[in-house]
């Protein structure tokens, strides 16, 4: 396919292409991430047209595709969130299992890249479109990551903590807070696991990491938020902290003597299996049941903490007996019925899923839902998904105003250009896509391998000596943004557009090759399916032309009227077609998710 720009695929000579190209990506986040001013009301629930339809799924999906769309426009936004919700979870785990059971006639056992082969199935062709999103999106705000070490020896285990997450994406947040902080994942990657009350004799105390992390991007946040998320300040105008290290070294007593799963009898927690030494066929799913208390149910098993406990303005008095449960509980609930949590998560998820820089309005409607579904009811994530999705501000479209948007996260373009064109697995299983952390070659992000607890990229993130920094905005997804990986981006995107008969996953683009020798509509329908119909006049006419560049020779006959040139033909058609969709995914429009 050399009609694509040669550029692409020789990164030593597109710096300056890339440096234009860097600068383009940071005028779009400026344009997108505004924020929504004034928007007020509620979204009439009416069935949506085809361009609100492709919009609403870039949102709230993977990618919307022609049949989703379609599905779409015949129903309401809230039937279509009522099915979403009622579709059932098909567990990472059970194929981990399955792969697992192969593996061993071999010899062999699961890797990360069994996960990663389970996560593109299922968010490439799972009908389950908007649990599929938003337990990407909490994934992003509960991170546990392959890149720890440890973590990657737990290939399972990983699996079921993002199955977990997927489990309480339509629950309610309290019972994901406790799911979370008892996954042994998560007990490993921030320290909970086998976590030890303090012992004045040798000096140990409570390891604080849990503590700390559980209350500045579980729950709370660092600082005091009004309703709306905006920062709390005292007389000297200054940001008001929600915790201090108090707090965290009184908080970090409730989460010690916490440990692998061991089983039903209260008598085999043992000291042994505290610190995670099982025998032989022992412990076999302690990767993913949740952790549980060590607490002199056996011998030598005194591990939680009994003396007096203070956080967050609650107070657990010393106790004869330790009570790990019930100090749990204690702290999860305070953790839950803080004011801050709904602006807290709430912006998050609308960061995720909308625009980087809601307005505080916004968040306000979010976290209004948050406290109360309209029932009584506190935490229920199904009315916080409605309410991120629903709010004016995210269905209002000005393209003229930059009210609303975000940069497309690097996993998300691939996501969406390959349910766009309807890619399949010859193996069924999604090889080779694997880790694409590398940013000179891939995509800069591998689901589930952030590189730190603070994810991706941080949620107040700003770009330095930027036009974004100037205007006080935000964009998280420009922390991953740089000269190498734009110029990997487009080598790796050039990679996937091109038709390659070798690879497992193969796109279809019969529909768009039928369009080929019509350039206006083959543009037009890449449009409605990637950008939701928002394509610039001069991007379009851009893009036109070069597809139009590339000449699709006229039919020539053999003496009995056979065709002699099909082969040549074809081969441009197809050329049009990548023409199309490449230079579509390269532009600083097509970044920018409106």
């Given at each position: 396919?050399?009609?694509?720009?040669?550029?692409?695929?020789?990164?030593?000579?597109?710096?300056?292409?890339?440096?234009?190209?860097?600068?383009?990506?940071?005028?779009?986040?400026?344009?997108?991430?505004?924020?929504?001013?004034?928007?007020?009301?509620?979204?009439?629930?009416?069935?949506?047209?085809?361009?609100?339809?492709?919009?609403?799924?870039?949102?709230?999906?993977?990618?919307?595709?022609?049949?989703?769309?379609?599905?779409?426009?015949?129903?309401?936004?809230?039937?279509?969130?009522?099915?979403?919700?009622?579709?059932?979870?098909?567990?990472?785990?059970?194929?981990?299992?399955?792969?697992?059971?192969?593996?061993?006639?071999?010899?062999?056992?699961?890797?990360?890249?069994?996960?990663?082969?389970?996560?593109?199935?299922?968010?490439?062709?799972?009908?389950?479109?908007?649990?599929?999103?938003?337990?990407?999106?909490?994934?992003?705000?509960?991170?546990?990551?392959?890149?720890?070490?440890?973590?990657?020896?737990?290939?399972?285990?990983?699996?079921?903590?993002?199955?977990?997450?997927?489990?309480?994406?339509?629950?309610?947040?309290?019972?994901?807070?406790?799911?979370?902080?008892l996954h042994p994942m998560m007990g490993s990657y921030l320290s909970m696991l086998r976590n030890q009350k303090e012992d004045a004799a040798s000096g140990r105390v409570p390891d604080e990491n849990y503590a700390r992390e559980v209350m500045q991007l579980f729950s709370i946040g660092l600082y005091e938020l009004n309703p709306d998320g905006t920062v709390k300040t005292d007389a000297n105008g200054k940001p008001i902290e929600?915790?201090?290290?108090?707090?965290?070294?009184?908080?970090?007593?409730?989460?010690?003597?916490?440990?692998?799963?061991?089983?039903?009898?209260?008598?085999?927690?043992?000291?042994?299996?505290?610190?995670?030494?099982?025998?032989?066929?022992?412990?076999?799913?302690?990767?993913?049941?949740?952790?549980?208390?060590?607490?002199?149910?056996?011998?030598?098993?005194?591990?939680?903490?009994?003396?007096?406990?203070?956080?967050?303005?609650?107070?657990?008095?010393?106790?004869?007996?330790?009570?790990?449960?019930?100090?749990?509980?204690?702290?999860?609930?305070?953790?839950?019925?803080?004011?801050?949590?709904?602006?807290?998560?709430?912006?998050?998820?609308?960061?995720?899923?909308?625009?980087?820089?809601?307005?505080?309005?916004?968040?306000?409607?979010?976290?209004?839902?948050?406290?109360?579904?309209?029932?009584?009811?506190?935490?229920?994530?199904?009315?916080?998904?409605?309410?991120?999705?629903?709010?004016?501000?995210?269905?209002?479209?000005?393209?003229?105003?930059?009210?609303?948007?975000?940069?497309?996260?690097?996993?998300?373009?691939?996501?969406?250009?390959?349910?766009?064109?309807?890619?399949?697995?010859?193996?069924?299983?999604?090889?080779?896509?694997?880790?694409?952390?590398?940013?000179?070659?891939?995509?800069?992000?591998?689901?589930?391998?952030?590189?730190?607890?603070?994810?991706?990229?941080?949620?107040?993130?700003?770009?330095?000596?930027?036009?974004?920094?100037?205007?006080?905005?935000?964009?998280?997804?420009?922390?991953?943004?740089?000269?190498?990986?734009?110029?990997?981006?487009?080598?790796?995107?050039?990679?996937?557009?091109?038709?390659?008969?070798?690879?497992?996953?193969?796109?279809?683009?019969?529909?768009?090759?039928?369009?080929?020798?019509?350039?206006?509509?083959?543009?037009?329908?890449?449009?409605?399916?990637?950008?939701?119909?928002?394509?610039?006049?001069?991007?379009?006419?851009?893009?036109?032309?070069?597809?139009?560049?590339?000449?699709?020779?006229?039919?020539?006959?053999?003496?009995?009227?056979?065709?002699?040139?099909?082969?040549?033909?074809?081969?441009?058609?197809?050329?049009?077609?990548?023409?199309?969709?490449?230079?579509?995914?390269?532009?600083?429009?097509?970044?920018?998710?409106?």
């Amino acid at each position: 396919m050399n009609t694509v720009p040669v550029m692409v695929a020789r990164p030593s000579g597109v710096a300056r292409g890339m440096r234009w190209l860097c600068a383009g990506v940071a005028a779009a986040a400026l344009a997108a991430c505004g924020n929504g001013g004034s928007t007020t009301g509620t979204t009439p629930d009416v069935a949506p047209s085809t361009s609100e339809a492709s919009r609403f799924l870039a949102q709230a999906t993977f990618g919307p595709t022609d049949a989703s769309i379609a599905a779409l426009t015949q129903q309401t936004y809230g039937a279509w969130l009522a099915d979403q919700f009622a579709k059932p979870q098909v567990l990472h785990r059970s194929y981990m299992d399955e792969v697992a059971a192969t593996l061993a006639a071999i010899g062999a056992s699961t890797t990360a890249s069994n996960f990663y082969e389970s996560w593109w199935t299922q968010a490439v062709t799972g009908p389950d479109q908007l649990r599929q999103r938003a337990t990407f999106a909490l994934s992003q705000v509960f991170v546990v990551s392959f890149a720890d070490a440890t973590l990657g020896n737990y290939p399972r285990g990983v699996a079921s903590y993002y199955d977990m997450l997927g489990e309480h994406a339509f629950g309610n947040y309290r019972d994901l807070l406790e799911a979370v902080t008892l996954h042994p994942m998560m007990g490993s990657y921030l320290s909970m696991l086998r976590n030890q009350k303090e012992d004045a004799a040798s000096g140990r105390v409570p390891d604080e990491n849990y503590a700390r992390e559980v209350m500045q991007l579980f729950s709370i946040g660092l600082y005091e938020l009004n309703p709306d998320g905006t920062v709390k300040t005292d007389a000297n105008g200054k940001p008001i902290e929600t915790y201090t290290q108090d707090d965290i070294s009184g908080l970090a007593k409730v989460f010690t003597g916490w440990s692998w799963y061991a089983g039903p009898n209260l008598s085999d927690r043992s000291r042994s299996r505290f610190f995670g030494n099982f025998g032989a066929g022992e412990g076999l799913e302690r990767d993913w049941r949740p952790m549980q208390p060590y607490n002199n149910y056996a011998n030598n098993t005194d591990f939680h903490s009994a003396s007096v406990k203070t956080f967050l303005g609650q107070t657990i008095a010393a106790q004869s007996a330790p009570d790990p449960e019930g100090d749990l509980k204690v702290a999860l609930d305070t953790l839950f019925n803080h004011p801050n949590v709904g602006p807290f998560i709430g912006r998050q998820l609308i960061q995720r899923m909308v625009t980087s820089n809601p307005s505080p309005a916004y968040v306000g409607r979010v976290a209004a839902r948050f406290n109360d579904n309209g029932s009584g009811v506190r935490g229920d994530m199904k009315a916080v998904w409605s309410a991120v999705l629903l709010d004016p501000e995210a269905r209002a479209v000005n393209l003229a105003d930059a009210g609303y948007g975000k940069l497309r996260e690097p996993v998300l373009r691939l996501a969406n250009f390959l349910r766009a064109f309807k890619a399949t697995s010859t193996s069924g299983r999604f090889l080779s896509i694997d880790n694409t952390d590398d940013p000179a070659a891939r995509l800069a992000q591998t689901p589930m391998r952030s590189p730190s607890v603070f994810n991706y990229f941080r949620p107040g993130y700003t770009p330095p000596n930027s036009s974004i920094a100037t205007a006080g905005l935000v964009s998280p997804e420009m922390q991953l943004a740089s000269e190498v990986s734009v110029a990997g981006y487009l080598n790796y995107l050039r990679g996937w557009v091109g038709v390659n008969a070798t690879r497992d996953v193969q796109q279809d683009y019969s529909a768009e090759t039928a369009l080929a020798d019509n350039p206006d509509a083959l543009v037009e329908r890449v449009n409605g399916l990637l950008m939701a119909g928002q394509m610039s006049d001069a991007l379009r006419a851009q893009i036109v032309a070069s597809v139009a560049g590339r000449v699709v020779p006229a039919v020539t006959q053999d003496a009995g009227g056979n065709v002699t040139n099909q082969a040549a033909i074809d081969s441009a058609q197809r050329d049009r077609v990548c023409i199309a969709v490449f230079l579509t995914m390269a532009s600083p429009d097509y970044l920018t998710q409106k």
